[in-house]
């Protein structure tokens, strides 16, 4: 038997609710061309956004613990693995479009600059004159014009959904200002949108409280005072004593269970208080859907609260942050003032795209370890131009 995209689009319309998003109602692309046979439109969107040059970048992009730190520190490709994998529970469970979600999973940071959310703050305030830096809509930029793969059109050509769904991402940890031009502004995200949010925050959360535990600068004797941390201990049956390896998974695993199991639940809660007889309803309603319930939000309240200041804030943190500001700042302003040392085709750029939003791209394209070797082209005597 063959299953063919006619196949897929079928299934789509039997077996999922009516406010998820269907691949054959797609409002399209911006250039029309052939659906392909075997795929949905969805599926394409993920294939492609896969294969681009930005996504494997994301291997050597800083989480919150730079490349170079440990192997065994999440980067901004595992996290965005991870955020993918809680998206698609969450929107099988939810009667959602897992493809679309997936999508969107996978194309929501290929916009963050080298070193994290200190990158992007930096690279914001350095661009304030000139329209400022935002990661939501520089994934949108590199999905719609950076990514050169096709002859007739720049960027990757995805569909309306797909892109709408990059756009009106939002977290807290997000920039505010995520304008949505060119989709409605007055609408909010689709379901899949939103599951993928929340799939964001549950990742961070959790492997945030991973790594600071792995790496030393959380201890469990400072989380007692957690009531989430506590739930989680009790859950687990572990005693409070001997902090092995595999407790620190077991407790890591649990609350990802209870996480995922309270968002399908508090979601699924709300949603049957509503006649939502397309995604259109849904993205009408004045207030997203996707939602924890008070309890659980209040424990995540006071986890993240705790991360911002005891993870986030540690010195070790705000040393490579504030080194962070450094590499970037000096980079961005030698490339201003003496363009003739970008590359040849950043050169080419900038009478499109304006130098310093050419320098930016640039800038933001860098892993972190290229960041810091084109630092030291630059700025170290001894090292090769």
Same mark, same amino acid.
């Given at each position: ?9 079928? #299934? ?19 250039? %029309?061309?052939?659906?392909a046979e075997y795929r949905t439109a969805f599926q394409r969107d993920r294939d492609r956004i896969l294969h681009t040059t930005a996504f494997r970048r994301l291997e050597y992009k800083t989480q919150v613990f730079v490349n170079y730190e ?40 290929? !916009?963050?600059? %080298?070193? !994290? ?8 305030? *350095? ?47 997000? *920039? ?5 031009? !060119? &989709?409605? %502004? ?25 790594? !600071? ?71 009408? *309603? ?19 609260? &705790? *991360? ?18 450094? #590499? ?6 030698? &490339?201003?003032?003496? +363009?003739?040392?970008? +590359? ?34 630059? #700025?170290?005597?001894?090292?090769? %131009?």
């Amino acid at each position: 038997m063959i299953i063919t995209r006619q196949h897929l689009e079928e #299934f789509e319309h039997t077996n999922l609710a009516p406010y998820a998003l269907k691949s054959s109602q797609s409002k399209g692309r911006e250039y %029309p061309e052939p659906e392909a046979e075997y795929r949905t439109a969805f599926q394409r969107d993920r294939d492609r956004i896969l294969h681009t040059t930005a996504f494997r970048r994301l291997e050597y992009k800083t989480q919150v613990f730079v490349n170079y730190e440990g192997d065994y520190y999440r980067t901004r490709l595992t996290h965005t693995l991870e955020v993918t994998q809680i998206g698609r529970s969450l929107a099988r469970a939810l009667g959602a479009n897992e493809d679309l979600v997936e999508a969107i999973c996978l194309g929501h940071d290929l !916009g963050h600059p %080298p070193f !994290g959310h200190s990158g992007e703050t930096i690279l914001n305030k *350095l661009m304030a004159e000139h329209g400022g830096f935002d990661h939501n809509k520089q994934s949108l930029r590199i999905l719609t014009k950076l990514e050169s793969r096709y002859p007739n059109w720049r960027g990757l050509n995805l569909t309306y959904e797909l892109r709408e769904g990059i756009v009106k991402h939002e977290t807290e940890y997000d *920039l505010s200002d995520s304008a949505a031009e !060119g &989709f409605d %502004p007055h609408k909010r995200g689709s379901l899949e949108a939103q599951i993928a949010n929340v799939a964001d925050e549950l990742a961070y959360n959790a492997h945030d409280l991973d790594d !600071g535990l792995r790496s030393g600068m959380i201890v469990p004797a400072q989380l007692e005072k957690l009531a989430i941390w506590q739930m989680l201990q009790d859950s687990i049956g572990w005693d409070g004593r001997d902090f092995t390896e595999q407790i620190r998974h077991r407790i890591i695993r649990r609350m990802m269970g209870i996480e995922i199991d309270d968002v399908i639940v508090a979601t699924g809660a709300a949603l049957s208080r509503f006649d939502l007889p397309s995604s259109d309803a849904l993205q009408s *309603l004045p207030h997203n859907i996707i939602a924890h319930s008070d309890d659980l939000t209040a424990l995540n309240r006071e986890l993240k609260d &705790f *991360l911002y200041s005891e993870l986030y804030r540690h010195h070790r943190v705000v040393r490579m942050a504030v080194k962070a500001e450094r #590499f970037i700042t000096e980079l961005f302003k030698t &490339f201003i003032a003496e +363009p003739e040392q970008l +590359p040849p085709s950043v050169q080419d750029a900038i009478d499109k795209r304006g130098l310093h939003r050419a320098v930016t791209d640039y800038i933001a394209g860098m892993t972190d370890r290229y960041a810091l070797t084109e630092w030291q082209r630059l #700025f170290d005597p001894y090292t090769r %131009p």
